[in-house]
């Protein structure tokens, strides 16, 4: 099975875009998380106050540093609404964002990874109806490795995990439950907590499952580029007399 990576340029109303189209010198790369944006912003040139300012208005300023080597900033900012977002478009047509989103020079940068070629192709007629866009490449990526890009943000692993659940994960791996042999069992588990065995060993089951489901995309990832499925070797070998 091959993967389809496709890497594009587009314009389109977004603050973002624009402050990098007045200061061309600029590269801004935005990353989406659950609760905000985390925005990275660098220029080989030293700032005009006017930039300055600017950039403290995009949110809270966790770094700054102005050098001879340039400007290096990070900002955090509450999530906008994506609803009808360019994002919400990858997912439509089945496609893989890899963040971050890269704005140059009035251009947002964007690259996906797909499972179908066709599922490219509708994506980036979809996008040219409605804006500016150029390709800058399609590519075919067949057993290779996953590009480190593409490693599931932390976020998006425990979404909609709840505080109890992750607790009870926790606990559950640092007690040595997820070792071979394993070190403790779960009515051990519980027995540690305020809670009875029932509830804990639900949380647990809970957090268990949405984790592997919320891996699942990544797992496909990783295994679409194997050449060979090894559970298929090991079924092929024959079986020894005993």
């Not at 609760?35 to 700054?64: F, N, R, W, Y």
């Not at 499972?115 to 075919?140: H, M, P």
């Not at 990544?218 to 194997?226: F, I, N, P, Q, Y």
Request: proline fraction near 5%.
């Amino acid at each position: 099975m091959s993967l389809y990576e496709a890497s594009f340029r587009v314009k389109h109303e977004c603050p973002y875009r624009e402050i990098s189209e007045r200061h061309p010198d600029l590269t801004i790369r935005e990353w989406y998380l659950s609760d905000c944006q985390v925005i990275e912003i660098t220029s080989p040139e030293s700032p005009a106050d006017e930039l300055l300012d600017e950039i403290d208005q995009m949110g809270t300023v966790l770094h700054k540093s102005v050098d001879d080597s340039g400007l290096h900033v990070v900002t955090q900012s509450c999530l906008c609404s994506l609803e009808d977002s360019i994002i919400d478009r990858f997912e439509k047509h089945n496609c893989l964002y890899q963040p971050p989103t890269v704005h140059r020079q009035g251009w947002e940068h964007y690259t996906v990874i797909a499972f179908d070629e066709s599922d490219v192709r509708t994506l980036l007629q979809d996008l040219e109806a409605y804006r500016d866009i150029e390709v800058l490449s399609k590519t075919a990526i067949a057993e290779q490795q996953i590009p480190h890009s593409m490693l599931a943000p932390v976020d998006q692993l425990f979404e909609d995990v709840t505080e109890r659940q992750l607790a009870a994960l926790r606990l559950a791996l640092e007690r040595g439950y997820y070792e071979q042999p394993r070190k403790t069992s779960r009515r051990e588990l519980a027995e540690q907590t305020a809670v009875a065995r029932s509830t804990y060993e639900e949380h647990l089951r809970k957090a268990e499952n949405k984790l592997l489901t919320n891996a699942g995309q990544l797992l496909r990832l990783v295994t679409a580029t194997s050449p060979a499925d090894p559970l298929d070797v090991e079924r092929s070998r024959p079986m020894s007399d005993s």
